[in-house]
């Protein structure tokens, strides 16, 4: 059960933060049932194994390890008097994380669409569930606009983005990440100008810094110059209490899989946004600064 998970995770079976998070709060709830033991403290030194283990396929991911924390906090607010006791109140925390994470993305939804206006020319990167349900609920109500998504070498899931946003009737033009930068800037001609660009976010750092999927960074800075505002479409559940995270770097072979032989080459997976290149955070309560972010996260969950 863990390994398998472990290996859907680290392959991208299993990807995007939100996914990530759900699928081992599941588990974890699930392999906790499996735990044959009578002794409490060895009941939770195996939770903790397995979740250490869990977290391990991806680094960058604090929605999964604020949901892994969530458990344990409640697990020890609760003194369990035994394992069964122990054991639902793992089930009750794992399902109440999920519908605070439901309840929260509703929220981002509902405050992201207010930002799409009619005409706008909207740009985003990779593939986000978030951005996806703003730019599909700002269609159902009837708005008129554009988006451009990159294609998000090396394993192009922005393609994933582009046929969900064409099933939902958006009018979608991908783009390779490389012509990102230029699209933005006016020099690619007025009609190609960005009006706004919406990202979506594997974490949200302490000072209000961005980590998101490589190219984000570019994406940003060129933002900045070119006054194209950039918001980043996150539930606070993605906080992480310090202002850097470690940046995973992928396979090689995802990039040249027949290499020459004495050829380096670094994949990182993710790049961050320092919070100077973000107009503001679609979150719970609405858009919020990067600097105001820790005052937010501390009014709507306490144990982050």
């Known amino acids: 059960m863990l390994k398998q998970t472990f290996q859907d995770i680290k392959s991208l079976k299993i990807q995007g933060a939100t996914d990530v998070a759900i699928e081992i709060i599941k588990v974890l709830a699930d392999y906790s049932d499996t735990i044959k033991?009578?002794?409490?403290?060895?009941?939770?030194?195996?939770?903790?194994?397995?979740?250490?283990?869990?977290?391990?396929?991806?680094?960058?991911?604090p929605m999964a390890q604020n949901g892994v924390k969530?458990?344990?906090?409640?697990?020890?607010?609760?003194?369990?008097?035994?394992?069964i006791h122990a054991k639902d109140c793992i089930q009750k925390a794992s399902n109440d994380f999920l519908m605070a994470m439901l309840d929260a993305g509703d929220l981002v939804?509902?405050?992201?669409?207010?930002?799409?206006?009619?005409?706008?020319?909207?740009?985003?990167?990779?593939?986000?569930?978030?951005?996806?349900?703003?730019?599909?609920?700002?269609?159902?109500?009837k708005k008129k606009f554009k988006v451009y998504n990159t294609e998000t070498r090396p394993l192009f899931q922005g393609r994933m983005t582009s046929k969900i946003l064409l099933k939902a009737n958006i009018p979608t033009t991908m783009i390779g990440d490389s012509s990102a930068g230029f699209l933005i800037s006016h020099y690619s001609g007025r009609n190609l100008m960005m009006d706004k660009i919406i990202l979506g976010a594997d974490a949200i750092l302490s000072d209000g810094s961005v980590i998101n999927k490589i190219g984000s960074f570019s994406i940003g800075v060129v933002g900045k110059e070119e006054k194209v505002p950039l918001y980043?479409?996150?539930?606070?559940?993605?906080?992480?209490?310090?202002s850097w995270i470690k940046i995973e770097k992928r396979s090689p072979?995802?990039?040249?899989?027949?290499?020459?032989?004495?050829?380096?080459?670094?994949?990182?997976?993710?790049?961050?946004?320092?919070?100077?290149?973000?107009?503001?955070?679609?979150?719970?309560?609405?858009?919020?600064?990067?600097?105001?972010?820790?005052?937010a996260v501390k009014r709507n969950y306490d144990f982050l």
């Not at 799409?116 to 269609?139: F, G, P, R, Y």
Request: glycine residues 4%; charged residues 30%.
């Open 37 to 61: 033991t009578k002794e409490l403290s060895v009941m939770k030194k195996k939770l903790k194994i397995g979740a250490d283990f869990l977290l391990s396929a991806r680094p960058t991911e």
């Open 70 to 83: 969530f458990i344990f906090s409640q697990l020890n607010k609760s003194r369990p008097k035994s394992v």
């Open 109 to 141: 939804i509902n405050h992201g669409e207010k930002l799409v206006k009619n005409n706008d020319d909207i740009l985003t990167h990779c593939h986000s569930w978030l951005v996806e349900q703003i730019l599909i609920k700002a269609k159902e109500n």
């Open 232 to 242: 980043i479409a996150s539930t606070l559940l993605k906080f992480h209490s310090k």
């Open 253 to 295: 072979k995802e990039l040249w899989k027949n290499a020459p032989k004495g050829l380096k080459i670094i994949n990182f997976a993710f790049d961050l946004i320092p919070a100077k290149y973000i107009a503001g955070i679609i979150c719970e309560e609405g858009i919020v600064r990067p600097r105001d972010i820790k005052m």
